[in-house]
């Protein structure tokens, strides 16, 4: 029961009350205003629920008591909405705004009706409900001011409503509107609250955000910072987490925008955490947060965490607003995002659709964020190439915010500017600039001329003219771009980077690849400094490099730059990515322009599979990759496959871009090249006129691409013989190129070639030098002397030069041209074949036939090995040689040409194609010649049918047949003195990242005055590898260890013997002098680096000479003389260093006289001196004599001291090549005095080039040497009968041969004719060893410390071929190239020996069973092959004959070390380990010093290195060989030998001691059998007082096991 007192008592008590309930809000405010929100809530329920007991108690109270009660509650409600909308809570705060409405409508209350319209308005703001809110607040201010009245600028609520005015005006892109409200809004709250309150704080960030929006980012930037400085020196003490997030966050928006990603990534992260201990984990404002981060790593290409960043706003909007809310769309948009960059394309659509699925369930179909999805989705159909799809899309969107925010705004403008973005891929162009300018005078309007969004529009804009190929407008609108985004952006900003690239572009475009590559490293250090290494926009930086390095022919550095774009891409992408397979594509440009074309068609394959799995059939990217293929299997003369591709490709563009368009043409043109290349020239005109057409109507007929298809219709004229159409054609495309390009462009290069090409073949030499020289020197400036164009013009010149008859000239022409093909290309490349061909035609035109086939060689082992057989160009060649061999009257060899020349050309261009009427022809006419009329008559028979079936298909083809007839019957025959370039139409689509690039041709039939030695391919390294070989032969062949003390050019320094000087030829090929000093300091740095042991050897003279023989001005030979004198002096300088050339010392008088004598030919009378010498020497001085004839003729003369001064003086003479002095053969010595005459012999022995002998069996021979490496007798016999030898002579000569292992006979029991093994003269190509019948064992290598013995040359590793053959020594042996397989009669199974760049690698093999064996005969044969390997000890032996080859050969290297090595098996590994002398015993563990890895090495395993067993003596004989030297005949008196015995020994193998021991162990074992044990061989060693013999031949552990307690201590 309440007992309530009335009167004054009362009144007192309800103030109170009210007092309480107001003190209450109070309290609730200021927590809110701290963001402590949840004591807010307390507070404030407490207010409302003292209010509602009040109004339960119904006391008698008066009704100015129950209006403040009502007055309290309805601003109570009003402030516990804000919390629900600070909480998301949208729909509780409604409830609370409807209760707050009902209180003020029943109490008539207008400025609170308006507060409740300002609530409900901020609400349907957040919701993105503008218009719904804009009419809300309006209302409400309108009752304010009208209830206000001249007090309108002095009222807190007045302020509230343009605040949050201003905030929607602002999200509407209404700036300027906004800023007014926003400057209302700010003077009312300043004069009412003064300076520092949180009010003003809130109303600065209206203003930053609208700065923001307008791209003043330093302005906004610079507002938020001071906010952060006012609330945190302010309001210290005071929690103000929630606002200072909000500043944090706004400020990491900004820094986002200029690219400082970490700064903006700091930023989210503490605005993140403030949210997180604010709201917990579960709030919108913490969702915000994630995204916001999710948006910077997405900017950085760190597409997992922005992934996992937008999952987890997303997991949040779904638990608080679920699945059908608007900002859940959002959520659902940026996940989209990623997956588009990731090429997940259906993934991103799916999330799109969600997406649009909940705004059009929301908000209809008519609204802003409705036309948003709509814009998204069709961006990701945009990325797909589905131009249809995109601009539906667009097109929707569009129409929505045109209905919605009309013209004048920018999500408007952002529609222009896609549509036109679409219709600017689809090639049109006016369509595509309408929009972009539509789009960018919005932007102007609404954002000035200093704005992001307008630097994008200039950018795009620039897109389209780039694409038009109007480069100058293109830079006009790039600059503009990289302008204002320079100033608002600063210089380190990802969007200026991009302006670089673009700009980039277009240099690349223009042919300026220095000016592009200075802009793309622009862009690239940027994009390294704000992105790192791993990301994908550098990946487009080194992408865009390698592109230009491509352009430049610089073919490894292009590679390279692709091969890091695509690392990248993998890494980041996967590697099924649309930009994966862009990598794929052009790092199969590089390849295909390298003539590598399976590695080609693998990358171009790659990228297709990638590009068919994520765009479907049906897609542009598709279109290009069939493009691409299609070119390869053109260039491959793979026609039907090739137009195959060109069709796909085709279709697909017409049916997506329709038959009006630029992709379009380039399939028209691709399909016309193959037409071209098959002679069907009125299709290829047909196809090239298509393509003009579409050209001319898209782009004009001032256009580059209009200018490519003229070219390409003028090379059907060319081709044609049509020359005054194809020139008047050539120069419109000249025309064309020079007002858009200058002349300075590699594309009007190509121009001037073409019409050189014209005039060349009209015989206008001059006019067609003229065109070439212009080529060539617009070539030089552009690309550099060291590029593949400027090769192509230096054969053009060539051409014109064989033309004239002038071939010297033309020859110095092709070889410039080979030198720089070789040099970028490599061997094994269609133009270095062109070179060779060309090459060989000067000498074809020369009538040097046997000079100009082994080019025609070249060539033809080329084109086979990247064409194959079956190819137009290979049958071309073979025809040119054909013509050749018939030209030398070797007729067999022209019918085998002529033969597969016609097998080629029925393959590829049909049975009835005209070319075959002249090939069979000129068979027939060999035949007659050869009275073969039966076959002749067959021929013309052939010949005849071709003709009568192309007459009866005349009228279908429409080209009268005489005329085809005579056409290529002419281009047949002139053969020799033309060929097409064989990339003349070379039209590939090149993709690039940012568009498809297209260019249809290189322009150029290059002439290859056609017409081969075949040479493996050499590269840069090989070459390098060629040089050190031959120094290390060079210097590792002179005896000397002197080191002596020189002074050149007044410097003093010590030197090793022999001295190599280094002098550079050629320098007028190089126009800087500072260039040639350069590369002359490259050269010799690259040598000592690469040799560091020679660095005391090698004597760099910088001396430079100009070798151009035409050079003939007096400044010329004046530097040439001085060059000649400075030589001079530097050798002085040496010699004069010499010992034996000090004043103390001197070479003595009679050896000169003796040297005279040795040269005198008994054949010379030409003066009195030489006669009167002869008489008085009174005995004859042959060419070929023994030391015994030397010593009878100086000890005649007068001249004898000692056998040692003769042997000196002899040395001496050998040294510098006035004698040959081979001391060691049947232990005399030869001695040959003409050394011209012995070379002759040997090089005719052992010749390069069929001999010129009219029998064909000799002939025969030679090639059958050729292909097996063996020499017959009757071969031998020939040549020295051709020099009138002497039976002795020939004797003596063959010692001498085969002591110097040049030759070795072959010994056979069972072959009656007699051979010879001459491994130098396998022919390169011969095929290669096959051991697929064979198991083999794993290689075992031998070889020397890379720093003692760098390389074994050729000469040493033949010398070990023909000494292991006399180890192994019969008919069996079988030779390739650097390769020996012997076979050893007795164990069954074969040695390989095989050279292996500086090592010799071994493997033993032994044929399969070809039947099924019982498995213990199998087992007992494999035993068998391990016990004999074991045994004999194959490989010690071979590495023992080159050790004692080195030492011999090479004796400045006699100290060193010979080993055995093994490859380490890991695949990024491979190095050879050295097999260390002291391993563990039965181990087959190796560990690689390199990569750090043991393992199992199969190679000790196979040849058992290391398995230590009592073996029979036999097994010991190659280590005590190795060990015994000449004591060999000590052990040979303990085994009872006589003197007799040992000097038959002696006589068989005169040259090594160490053979001579091996053969005398080897008779004893014969003759005494089993008997002859271990046991035996030790007592014997030890009786010969060679105890260390027997420990260094672990001999040993058989004294320890058989033998009693005197002999172990003998042994030791």
Not at 51 to 63: A, G, M, R
Not at 501 to 516: H, L
Request: hydrophobic share 35%.
């Amino acid at each position: 029961l309440l007992v309530i007192s009335v009167g004054m008592d009362c009144e007192v008590s309800q103030s109170d009350r009210i007092q309480d309930i107001l003190n209450l809000q109070k309290q609730g405010r200021q927590s809110y205003h701290q963001a402590n929100f949840q004591s807010a809530g307390y507070y404030y329920t407490q207010a409302i629920h003292q209010i509602q007991t009040l109004t339960l108690i119904n006391i008698n109270t008066t009704d100015l008591y129950v209006t403040k009660l009502e007055q309290i509650r309805c601003d109570i409600y009003l402030d516990m909405c804000k919390i629900y909308i600070r909480y998301d809570k949208y729909d509780q705060a409604m409830e609370y705004i409807q209760i707050s409405q009902h209180i003020a409508t029943k109490l008539q209350d207008q400025m609170r009706i308006a507060q409740c319209l300002d609530r409900q308005g901020e609400i349907k703001l957040l919701l993105n409900q503008y218009n719904q809110a804009l009419q809300d607040l309006n209302n409400s201010l309108h009752i304010k001011l009208n209830l206000l009245g001249n007090d309108k600028n002095n009222d807190i609520d007045i302020a509230e409503s343009y605040h949050y005015l201003s905030k929607i005006y602002c999200d509407q892109d209404r700036y300027d509107i906004a800023y007014s409200n926003y400057e209302k809004a700010l003077q009312i709250r300043v004069k009412l609250l003064g300076e520092n309150d949180l009010n003003i704080i809130e109303s600065h960030l209206v203003k930053a955000k609208i700065l923001r929006l307008q791209s003043k980012f330093d302005q906004a930037l610079s507002i938020l910072v001071k906010c952060l400085t006012t609330i945190e020196e302010i309001f210290a003490g005071i929690s103000n987490d929630y606002l200072i997030a909000i500043v944090y966050n706004d400020i990491g928006v900004i820094k986002n925008h200029l690219s400082k990603y970490d700064d903006a990534l700091s930023m989210h992260k503490k605005s993140l955490n403030l949210r997180l201990k604010l709201f917990g984990d579960c709030h919108t404002h913490v969702a915000e947060s994630y995204h916001n981060i999710g948006v910077v790593y997405y900017n950085q290409s760190k597409y997992d965490e922005a992934l996992s960043m937008f999952q987890k706003s997303l997991n949040i909007r779904f638990k608080l607003l679920g699945d059908n809310h608007t900002h859940t769309a959002v959520s659902y948009n940026n996940i989209a995002s990623v997956n588009c960059n990731q090429s997940k394309y259906e993934e991103a659509l799916s999330m799109l659709h969600k997406s649009l699925n909940i705004r059009l369930k929301l908000l209809g179909d008519n609204h802003t964020h409705t036309a948003e999805s709509y814009n998204d989705i069709g961006n990701v159909y945009y990325d797909q190439s589905k131009y249809d799809e995109a601009l539906s899309m667009f097109h929707r969107s569009l129409n929505t915010r045109l209905q919605l925010l009309g013209d004048s705004h920018t999500h408007t403008a952002e529609s222009y500017n896609n549509i036109g973005n679409v219709y600017s891929n689809q090639s049109k162009y006016d369509q595509a600039l309408s929009m972009l300018h539509k789009s960018l005078n919005i932007r102007l309007e609404l954002l000035g001329d200093n704005d992001t969004d307008v630097a994008t529009s200039y950018n795009n804009i620039g897109n389209v003219y780039y694409n038009q190929s109007k480069y100058d407008k293109a830079l006009s609108m790039y600059h503009k771009s990289l302008n204002i985004r320079l100033e608002l952006l600063g210089d380190n900003n990802t969007g200026v980077a991009t302006s670089y690239n673009n700009i980039g572009n277009v240099y690349r475009g223009q042919s300026k690849y220095d000016d592009a590559l200075s802009m793309y490293r622009k862009s690239l250090s940027i994009r390294l400094e704000l992105l790192g290494e791993n990301n994908i926009r550098v990946a487009t930086s080194y992408n865009s490099i390698g592109n230009v390095y491509y352009n430049q022919s610089k073919y490894d550095q292009a590679l390279s730059m692709l091969q890091k774009s695509l690392n990248i891409r993998l890494e980041l992408l996967g590697d099924n990515n649309t930009r994966v397979a862009t990598s794929y594509n052009n790092i199969g440009n590089v390849y295909y322009n390298q003539s590598k074309y399976d590695q080609a068609l693998s990358m171009y394959y790659k990228s297709l599979n990638i590009r068919l799995e994520l765009l479907g059939d049906n897609n542009t990217h598709i279109a290009t990759s069939y493009s691409n293929i299609g070119n390869t299997y053109y260039n491959q003369s793979k026609y039907n496959q090739a137009l195959s591709m060109f069709l796909k490709s085709l279709n697909i563009q017409s049916e997506l871009l329709g038959d009006n368009h630029t992709r379009v043409a380039t399939s028209y043109n691709n399909i016309g090249n193959v037409y071209c290349d098959q002679s069907k020239y009125d299709k290829a005109l047909s196809m090239y006129h298509k393509s003009l057409n579409i050209r001319l109507e898209l782009l004009g007929d001032n256009n580059i691409h209009t200018a490519e298809s003229y070219n390409n219709v003028g090379n059907v004229y060319y081709y044609q013989s049509k020359y005054d159409e194809a020139l008047l054609i050539y120069r419109k495309s000249l025309n064309i190129r020079l007002e858009l390009l200058g002349e300075n462009n590699t594309d009007v290069a190509a121009s001037c070639s073409n019409i050189g090409n014209v005039y060349y073949n009209q015989s206008k030499y001059d006019e067609a030098l003229s065109m070439y020289h212009k080529s060539l020197k617009i070539r030089l400036e552009l690309l550099g002397d060291n590029n593949t164009n400027v090769a192509t013009s230096y054969s053009n010149i060539g051409n014109v030069y064989c033309g004239q008859s002038k071939y010297d000239k033309a020859l110095s022409m092709y070889h410039k041209s080979l030198k720089i093909r070789l040099e970028l290309l490599g061997e094994n490349h269609t133009r270095v074949a062109i070179s060779y061909n060309n090459i060989g035609n000067v000498y074809y035109n020369q009538s040097k036939y046997d000079e100009a086939l082994p080019m025609y060689h070249k060539s033809l082992s080329i084109r086979l090995k990247l064409y194959g057989e079956n190819n137009s160009h290979v049958a071309m060649l073979y025809n040119i040689m054909a013509d050749t061999y018939y030209f030398k009257s070797n007729f067999s060899e022209a019918i085998e040409c002529y033969q597969r020349t016609s097998e080629i050309f029925a393959n590829v261009f049909g049975q009835n194609d005209v070319k075959l009427v002249k090939i069979f022809t000129r068979i027939a006419d060999i035949y007659e010649i050869q009275h073969r009329f039966t076959e002749a008559i067959d021929m013309r028979r052939k010949s005849q049918q071709i003709i009568d079936n192309l007459i009866k298909s005349d009228e279908a083809e429409n080209q009268p047949i005489h005329q085809l007839i005579q056409t290529e019957s002419n281009f047949l025959e002139t053969l020799q003195d033309r060929t097409l370039d064989d990339n003349s139409l070379d039209t590939r689509a090149y993709d690039y990242d940012n568009q498809l690039m297209f260019q249809d041709s290189q322009d150029e039939p290059e002439h290859e005055t056609n017409l081969n030695l075949n040479l493996s391919d050499i590269n840069e390294n090989q070459k390098d590898e060629l040089m050190q070989e031959w120094l290390t032969s060079i210097i590792g062949g002179s005896s000397s260890q002197n080191k002596i003390t020189a002074t050149i050019n007044n410097k003093k320094s010590k030197y090793s013997l022999p001295i190599i000087i280094l002098v550079a030829s050629h320098g007028d090929y190089i126009d800087s002098e500072q260039q040639r000093i350069n590369k002359f300091k490259e050269f010799e740095e690259s040598l000592i680096t690469h040799l560091p042991i020679y660095k005391n050897n090698i004597y760099s003279s910088h001396i430079i000479f100009n070798c151009n023989h035409e050079d003939q001005i007096e400044a010329t030979i004046d530097h040439r003389r001085q060059c000649c004198n400075k030589l001079h002096n530097v050798i002085n300088g040496f010699v004069e260093s010499l010992p034996f050339m000090r004043k103390d010392k001197g070479i003595p008088l009679r050896w000169y006289i003796i040297a005279v004598m040795l040269h005198l030919d008994i054949d010379d009378n030409s003066n009195d001196a030489i006669i009167q010498l002869r008489n008085l020497i009174n005995m004859d001085i042959n060419k070929i004599m023994t030391l015994d004839d030397i010593r009878k003729l100086v000890i005649n003369c007068g001249l004898y001291q000692s056998d040692n001064e003769l042997n000196d003086m002899l040395l001496y003479l050998h040294d510098i090549g006035e004698v040959i002095f081979c001391q060691i053969v049947n232990d005399n010595a030869i001695i040959i005095t003409d050394t011209d005459w012995f070379l002759q012999i040997m090089r005719d022995i052992i010749r390069l080039h069929d001999p010129e002998a009219e029998n064909i069996d000799i002939i025969s021979h030679y090639r059958d040497l050729k292909r097996t490496g063996k020499m017959s007798q009757d071969y031998i016999d020939y040549i020295l009968n051709s020099h009138k030898l002497t039976e002795e002579d020939q004797i003596m000569i063959l010692q001498l041969l085969g002591n110097y292992n040049i030759i070795c006979k072959i010994e056979s029991a069972s072959d009656v004719s007699v051979q010879y093994f001459v491994p130098y003269l396998l022919h390169p190509e011969i095929d290669s060893l096959d051991l697929s019948d064979f198991i083999i064992s794993d290689k075992l290598y031998i070889g020397y410390n890379h720093a003692e013995i760098p390389y074994i040359p050729d000469g040493i590793f033949y010398c070990l071929l023909i000494s292991c053959l006399k180890e192994w020594n019969n008919s069996d042996v079988e030779i390739y190239h650097q390769c020996v397989k012997y076979y050893l009669n007795d164990d069954f199974l074969y040695i390989v020996v095989k050279k292996e760049k500086s090592h010799i690698s071994m493997q033993y093999c032994y044929q399969i069973f070809e039947e099924p064996q019982e498995e213990q005969e199998e087992q007992n044969f494999y035993n068998q092959i391990e016990t004999s390997i074991a045994e004999k000890q194959p490989h010690e032996l071979i590495k023992t004959k080159l050790s004692e080859i080195v030492k011999e050969r090479m004796p400045k290297f006699k100290e060193a070390y010979c080993q055995f090595y093994v490859r380490c098996i890991k695949d990024t590994c491979q190095q050879l380990l050295p097999i260390e002398k002291k391993m563990p015993i039965r181990t087959n563990k190796v560990r690689c010093s390199h990569c750090k890895k043991l393992y199992d090495c199969k190679s000790i395993h196979d040849w058992m290195i290391h398995k230590k067993k009592i073996l029979p003596a036999k097994s010991y004989f190659v280590d005590i060989y190795m060990n015994i030297g000449v004591y060999w005949k000590d052990v040979a008196r303990k085994l009872d030998f006589d003197q007799t015995d040992i000097q038959t020994i002696r006589a068989h193998d005169p040259q090594s001691p160490s053979e001579q021991c091996i053969n005398m162990l080897n008779t004893y074992y014969r003759k005494a059998g089993k008997s002859f044990t271990k046991l035996k061989l030790v007592e014997v060693l030890i009786a010969a007082g060679l105890r260390s013999v027997v420990e260094k031949c672990n001999l040993c552990e058989i004294v320890k096991v058989t033998q009693p307690k005197e002999y172990l201590m003998s042994c030791q």
